[in-house]
């Protein structure tokens, strides 16, 4: 009756069970019950193949260590468990495998939970190869943790965890009870797959332990997984709580770090950070005391700040358990960080984090920054650190560091795909030449795949031509796949409803040659207060088309294109390219882009494209206003354009509140044409361009005549904005403005001119 056997393991513990051990193959919820009630060690549940929907699994019981309750699928990745399901273990010596939870979520605050309440917490017990892919709540906003492990002694391996898109943890240790400290946990060869930017605190993908249990050990063993683009927040993995090890890792293009946020004497070795080139990815953020980092490898990692491949932070004097217990004891030693953005000593330090590094060592580690860009930075004090040994191959090292050697090394890749040194006489410098990295057949379940790096528009190959007409472009759009592109010719296109998009889809004009007798752009007019409506997966590419608002109705909130008002789980993306859209002025607040509650946009992008008569804001990201730190687009691209007669801002970003958790939003305005910008009496921001809280920020070569100022709000953090060569015309200066910094405004400014004043 067993299909299958998943595990080499679970094989030897079958044939070596007792002669009335029981295999129970069970069909649906009533027989899996039923076998519940008599299920004794040594016993196998066997669920059938095929869907189990809205089920609560719960498996309890009294294994053994050589004879285990074990729940196992019928055939591997063949039970799926969907709707609203979830699994809680109780009990000990349970084995769990096979399972697949996908097309739904948890109505509970865990999807797996190794406790089946709070009085019966599992020890002993493994869930190996199980799946968990986009099992995500609806509302990105509403917290819960994929797996939340208890108790003592338990193994999670070999499993699959991809794409969760709602606020809290994938995978937490919990150590809220007696009974979960000191526990001995060993997390080991799992995918954890791509998690997007959540846009709020709360997007870790492993945590062991909280700020409040912080001062107690948990002693769990993180080892051989791969984190793959897990770009949830700035903490990859938070370590809070003491005695954690951290051991051959593998990050891939993940945004954030291994963050040794609260508790003592955790080991991080032999793991290796491998960026890509990739904005904000980095290494190891270290905090307390005794911190031990040492025998890891990083390469083309470019975060900085709290996103440093290396950050050794500043600590609060006397601090409590939930802020920054200052840095004493740590060794960071034989370490090899190159082609890497930053290395930084005494971060995050201010008036509350005044607490240098003490007692702690740098040593033998192979440093190489990137040419010509700073690269080992010191923000106070570091006489607490004894450096020894160390090398660096290129970039700005601070006058604070002159025990640090300065020389050319010769790189080569070995047969594990890193460099070292050739020399032979550097061998004792950076990484271990035996490192032996994980690789992505080895973790996670072999029989399910793991998600490639597909474009998000494009993706399907097929190409629709569209002919000019009455609801012609509707009909496309309806029977549009994912990936699909829809082509127009010149000419007009009414539509007369709105369309909903649940996929990626460009829409594109034909290109017309410049002085072509007759010709004409493709050109759309719509009828309704909106044309497009993002929904969960929707995606949309705008490129060589005119879009005219001309017959839009007058109502309340008009905009272009708007997300749904339910929340979207997944990010999206919006692009423009060759787009004039003109005559949105039915009412006063007709906006272009309106991005809603609960959505977030990875990248909004518009290019040599032209706006004009427009009443509202052309985009509008500022939905999210509770000041928790949330907000709604991450990457806001607005280059080559030119805007005319624009009621709003031509952008409107809102990041409020105080939290330091995420990256964004980034903004890139440059090289675009305004005139009559931002005068509207109903725009309340009394700016042309209006960002509050964005954290990175070039606002450069933009011509600007007749037009409401750029406001600027600094709130949190170490934010970085950059006004450079901007000429301005009959337009007031900046307003800035910082809110939780004393001191003068930090936007650096240079070459920009106002008509009245002359260059700055």
Known sequence: MLARLCLVVLAAWLSAAPALAENHFVRDQDEYAAALRVVEAGDVIILANGEWRDFD???????????????????????????????????????????????????????????????????????????????????????????????????????????????????????????????????????????PVLGSNGGETLRIGTSRYSMFRSETTVANNIFDRTDGEVEIISSKSGGNTFRGNVFLQS?????????????????????????????????????????????????????????????VPNSPVNRYVEVAGATIDGNTIIDSRRIGFNVGADEERSASPSDSSFANNLLGGIEGESFLEVYDDV??????GNVVTQGGVADELGDFTRQGVAMERAENGLLYPVDPALSHLGAPRDLDPVTLDQVGAFWYPKPGNDAVFGGSGTVTQVAPGNDTLVAAAMAASDGDVLELSSGEYIVSRTLPLGIAVTIRGARVEAGA???????????????????????????????????????????????????????????????TVQNLEVNKSFNVLTLGKSALADRVAISNSNFVNVTGTVVSAAAETEDFGQYNVEYLEITG???????????????????????????????????????????????????HGVQIASLADNQVAASAPFRIVHT???????????????????????LNYDGDHRAARSGNVFAEEGAE
């Open 57 to 195: 699994l719960v498996i309890t019981g009294q294994g053994r260590a050589d004879a285990p309750i074990t729940v196992i699928s019928q055939e591997a990745g063949k039970v799926f468990l969907t709707g609203q399901s979830s699994l809680r273990i109780g009990g000990e010596y349970i084995l769990v495998t096979g399972l697949v939870f996908r097309d739904g979520y948890s109505p509970r605050g865990e999807v797996i939970s190794f406790r089946r309440n709070k009085d019966d917490v599992t020890s002993n017990s493994r869930v190996t190869e199980v799946v968990i892919d986009n099992f995500s709540k609806p509302d990105r906003y509403e917290s819960d943790y994929w797996v939340g492990i208890y108790g003592q002694n338990n193994r999670f391996d070999h499993n699959n965890l991809v794409g969760k898109t709602n606020k809290g943890v994938t995978l937490a240790v919990r150590l809220d009870s007696e009974e979960s400290r000191n526990n001995g946990h060993l997390i080991d060869h799992n995918y954890f797959g791509p998690r």
């Open 255 to 315: 945004r954030g770090t291994l963050t040794l946020r609260h508790g003592d004497d955790a080991v991080v070795e032999r793991n290796v950070f491998l960026g890509g080139g990739k904005d904000y990815t980095g290494g190891v953020r270290v905090i307390n005391r005794g911190q031990t980092v040492r025998d890891n490898y990083m390469e083309g990692l470019r975060g900085e700040a709290f996103s440093s491949a290396l950050a050794i932070m500043n600590g």
């Open 383 to 388: 006489s607490g650190i004894a450096f020894a």
């Open 517 to 579: 007798e007759g010709a004409v752009p493709a050109t759309i007019l719509f009828t309704r207060p909106y044309l497009f409506e993002l929904r969960e997966g929707g995606n949309l590419r705008l490129a060589n088309l005119t879009i005219d608002g001309a017959l839009a109705p007058d109502s309340v909130g008009n905009s272009m294109i708007r997300t749904t008002t339910y929340p979207i789980k997944s990010n999206l993306t919006v692009e423009m390219d060759g787009v």
């Open 641 to 691: 354009s030119n805007f005319a007669s624009i009621g709003g801002p031509v952008a409107d970003i809102y990041r409020g509140g105080r939290d330091e958790s995420t990256f964004g939003p980034f903004v890139n305005f440059s090289g675009n044409a305004l005139a009559d910008v931002g005068l509207a009496a109903t725009n309340s921001s009394g700016a042309s361009v209006n960002l």
């Open 716 to 738: 949190v953090g170490t934010p970085a904005t950059t006004l450079t060569g901007n000429q301005f015309a009959a337009t007031p200066e900046f307003v800035l403005q910082e």
